[in-house]
């Protein structure tokens, strides 16, 4: 913390006219369905403060992950780009730290058989431009609090100048393995999702005080499993006991489900019971988040986002996961779909919903756009500002809005009636609701151009 009032002395002089951009705070949750608020059409789900976002600005509920599965879609969050552009195209098992020199840490960390899997750290997005660092570029202070999984997790990296994460891509609730400094602590008997809200918070406070704008990431590792009852706090697993989860489709399980059978056992309400659990602990700290911000007298020159970086299928089609829920992958739309808010008072307008179709592709030049660097955009994105939707007026030049998703071979094209899934070398290919063969010929040509 020291180093960010140093770099704010030395800086003061030189950011006097870029002062009065936003302020952005991006809350990134991990495998969130977009139905997954109470908000969102879920009343057993308990998330005032996600509903509270809602409320003072815009929700979106066709908002689209660029795959649907984690170090992906985050990379693409970043760059704006596809998966097959970015290059990093599923999770990655490892890449994330050294595991020679963090073997003690390794065998203390009891998630995922610890370091096992790692050898030397790669940064998967070196030398690919991200809007954090273009932010960094033009006076913005960034720090990260909570999950990063996209390559050497123990150096601060893409305009980064905080940084506090968690060695890999994953962690139990209870036993996080911490890094800071280029060191890696595991926290037995503290709760990861409250480790990341306290240091978010030591973070607002001190650039809260500055004059130079600031973008804090708050990448939560929840809702991802694991969801048995001695990951979460007591308080929530108590609240969600006995519930029936009525808004939840209780259906036979997908035939080609990976993640053992569901139906018919116990497994429903614990894999729901822990999974809402670890959304309303979220939803308690974003809670803090939010009213520290007011506290601080932030609120009018802050944009706070909120979405995940892919969706969630928790009984949805019998699926129990996102895109690999199954194999072949699945593109339903409760996998591809995030949920996401938005609030900056004065500018965005209050308690609405919006129903246009978004790419993650489309948060790189929007986020530019809201802070005065368009001029700084990358050239050849896919993705383009929907800011004339925050300001309650309709795109324009946006004639037939397609969106795209990839995983791995698999492709998905949707409009808003449509959506076609080509799974290549895998000897089937789906489409679903796809009636008209004129609108058939237009989406198979638009694959064939991608």
């Given at each position: 913390?020291?180093?960010?009032?140093?770099?704010?002395?030395?800086?003061?002089?030189?950011?006097?006219?870029?002062?009065?951009?936003?302020?952005?705070?991006?809350?990134?949750?991990?495998?969130?369905?977009?139905?997954?608020?109470?908000?969102?059409?879920?009343?057993?789900?308990?998330?005032?403060?996600?509903?509270?976002?809602?409320?003072?600005?815009?929700?979106?509920?066709?908002?689209f992950c660029a795959s649907p599965v984690c170090s992906p879609a985050r990379a693409s969050i970043l760059t704006g780009k596809m998966p097959?552009?970015?290059?990093?195209?599923?999770?990655?098992?490892?890449?994330?730290?050294?595991?020679?020199?963090?073997?003690?840490?390794?065998?203390?960390?009891?998630?995922?058989?610890?370091?096992?899997?790692?050898?030397?750290?790669i940064s998967y997005l070196e030398g690919q431009p991200t809007y954090t660092d273009i932010l960094a570029q033009n006076g913005y202070h960034c720090a990260l609090s909570g999950k990063w999984h996209l390559g050497n997790s123990i150096e601060p990296q893409q305009g980064f100048q905080e940084w506090y994460t968690i060695g890999m891509g994953g962690c139990c609730y209870y036993h996080?393995?911490?890094?800071?400094?280029?060191?890696?602590?595991?926290?037995?008997?503290?709760?990861?999702?409250?480790?990341?809200?306290?240091?978010?918070?030591?973070?607002?406070?001190?650039?809260?005080?500055?004059?130079?704008?600031?973008?804090?990431?708050?990448?939560y590792t929840a809702p991802h499993s694991p969801w048995e009852k001695e990951h979460h706090p007591a308080k929530w697993i108590d609240y969600y006991d006995g519930c029936t989860f009525p808004s939840i489709p209780n259906v036979p399980d997908h035939p080609d489900l990976r993640t053992g059978a569901v139906y018919g056992t116990g497994k429903r309400e614990e894999n729901l019971r822990g999974y809402f659990a670890a959304i309303s602990a979220m939803d308690e700290q974003i809670g803090r988040l939010l009213d520290a911000v007011e506290e601080q007298g932030l609120a009018d020159n802050t944009v706070i986002l909120f979405t995940a970086d892919n969706g969630m299928s928790m009984g949805q089609h019998g699926v129990w996961g996102?895109?690999?829920?199954?194999?072949?992958?699945?593109?339903?739309?409760?996998?591809?779909?995030?949920?996401?808010?938005?609030?900056?008072p004065g500018h965005i307008p209050a308690n609405t919903?919006?129903?246009?179709?978004?790419?993650?592709?489309?948060?790189?030049?929007?986020?530019?756009?809201?802070?005065?660097?368009?001029?700084?955009?990358?050239?050849?994105?896919?993705?383009?500002?929907?800011?004339?939707?925050?300001?309650?007026?309709?795109?324009?030049?946006?004639d037939e809005v397609v969106i795209f998703d990839e995983y791995g071979p698999v492709r998905m094209i949707r409009t808003k009636e449509w959506k076609y899934v080509p799974m290549e070398n895998m000897s089937c290919i789906t489409s679903w609701t796809i009636r008209e063969?004129?609108?058939?010929?237009?989406?198979?040509?638009n694959i064939k151009n991608w």
């Open positions: 913390m020291q180093s960010i009032r140093k770099q704010k002395q030395s800086s003061k002089k030189e950011n006097l006219i870029i002062w009065k951009k936003p302020n952005i705070i991006m809350i990134l949750a991990d495998d969130q369905g977009p139905w997954a608020m109470h908000c969102a059409g879920t009343p057993e789900l308990y998330t005032p403060n996600l509903d509270r976002i809602a409320e003072q600005g815009m929700r979106f509920d066709s908002f097959s552009a970015h290059g990093v195209q599923d999770w990655l098992r490892s890449g994330n730290l050294d595991g020679e020199r963090f073997a003690a840490q390794g065998k203390e960390n009891p998630y995922f058989e610890g370091y096992k899997q790692e050898r030397k750290p996080p393995d911490m890094v800071e400094h280029g060191e890696i602590t595991v926290h037995h008997g503290e709760y990861v999702t409250d480790l990341i809200t306290d240091r978010a918070l030591e973070y607002l406070k001190e650039l809260g005080e500055g004059d130079d704008p600031f973008y804090l990431s708050v990448h996102k895109g690999n829920g199954t194999f072949p992958m699945n593109m339903y739309d409760s996998a591809v779909k995030v949920p996401f808010l938005i609030s900056w919903v919006c129903s246009e179709m978004i790419s993650a592709c489309d948060l790189l030049p929007t986020i530019l756009k809201l802070t005065g660097l368009s001029d700084k955009q990358p050239t050849g994105l896919p993705g383009r500002s929907f800011t004339e939707l925050l300001e309650g007026r309709q795109l324009e030049h946006r063969k004129k609108r058939i010929c237009t989406v198979y040509r």
